[in-house]
């Protein structure tokens, strides 16, 4: 778990002299709940364990799940705060499902993108690691409606995954709200794999390109200058096959930067869309490259959407403060 194990809020009496104390909240202690496909565990399903944690849950909470398969869509409600997926390695523990934007849900309504996830957590101080999440729903082909299938939706505030996959097509990645902090995670996918308003960085990734005709890496929702919400790519490796975008503008005030990072030879040209938004126009986007190499770094630098950044304007995505990490993540963890 982070080691935001303990949080401090601070609060006060109304009288204008009065001392501040300090309320300490946060999990403790903790408990183990394992999980195996073929029952050697507490638990079959992994939804059957998370299920098991009580509402306002006030431990951290250990889900060991087995190598396998789980063929089931899962939920972590926003009342269940510091679960832990634990898998035994990202090629050998997998949840997945196959839920597409068209398809219908329950109500008979189509579903559409936010509700596809295999994998939806809501609760904060959620973690991952050494597991896999995948929306087997086919690739489309561009153009074709209604394919989103999304593996993963994070919702919830301080996350954290570690050697973590992510396997999808278009929009495999739900990166919605909160502040996030993958390291070591393998992402793939073909059109806005990793897509949403989040506040994350993603430190030794590899985003890995499925593109058939035409695709695209990031697609960032930041929709005033007044968020503090932006995707900061940091020594990552982009690999596959293109041609790809590596950002787009789904907001008007989008925020993506990539720094320290290796691009295979797969950019399409002009490197970044503007999501065809004449309101992108004006410039409110924000496209930042740093110290970027690989065959395919050219295509992203030097273009008119995006920015080459010196040490200064560079610096604040490639800490940890970026996500408020301090507070929240154990250094050994960063």
């Known amino acids: 778990m982070h080691a935001a194990t ?27 709940i394992s999980v195996d496909v073929n029952g050697g565990g507490h638990f079959r399903s992994v939804q059957a364990a998370v299920n098991a944690v009580p509402e306002n849950n006030r431990m951290n909470v250990f889900i060991q799940i087995s190598a396998g398969y789980y063929i089931e869509k899962v939920v972590v409600p926003v009342t269940k705060p510091y679960i832990t997926f634990q898998g035994e390695g990202r090629d050998v523990t997998v949840i997945e499902w196959h839920d597409r934007a068209s398809d219908p849900g329950p109500n008979g309504q189509q579903l559409r993108t936010y509700r596809t996830a295999s994998v ?44 973590c996959g992510f396997y999808g097509a278009q929009d495999t990645l739900c990166d919605d709200a909160g502040r996030h902090y993958f ?95 004449a309101d992108n126009n004006n410039k409110t986007v924000f496209f930042g490259v740093y110290k970027c190499w690989g065959p395919g770094a050219a295509a992203i630098s030097g273009v008119s959407l995006a920015q080459e950044l010196d040490f200064e304007a560079a610096h604040p995505f490639l800490v940890k403060s970026f996500v408020n990490g301090r507070h929240w993540i154990a250094p050994s963890d960063a």
């Open 6 to 32: 303990v949080t401090c809020t601070v609060s006060s009496s109304s009288s204008s002299n009065s001392s501040t104390k300090h309320n300490w909240v946060g999990p403790i202690g903790h408990r183990v």
């Open 120 to 163: 939806t957590v809501f609760a904060n101080y959620f973690s991952a690691r050494n597991i896999s999440f995948k929306n087997t729903a086919p690739a489309p082909m561009p153009g074709m409606q209604g394919w989103q299938a999304a593996a993963f939706r994070i919702s919830g505030d301080k996350a954290y995954f570690s050697g």
């Open 183 to 277: 390291k070591d995670c393998y992402i793939e996918g073909s059109i806005d794999f990793i897509f949403g308003n989040g506040r994350s960085m993603y430190k030794d990734c590899e985003l890995h390109s499925i593109a058939t005709r035409f695709g695209s890496i990031a697609a960032q929702d930041r929709k005033s200058p007044n968020e503090k919400t932006g995707f900061a790519f940091v020594r990552c490796k982009v690999t596959g096959k293109g041609p790809v975008y590596v950002g787009r503008a789904m907001g008007q005030y989008s925020r993506i930067v990539y720094a320290y990072t290796y691009f295979a030879d797969i950019v399409a040209h002009g490197g970044w869309d503007d999501w065809n938004n």
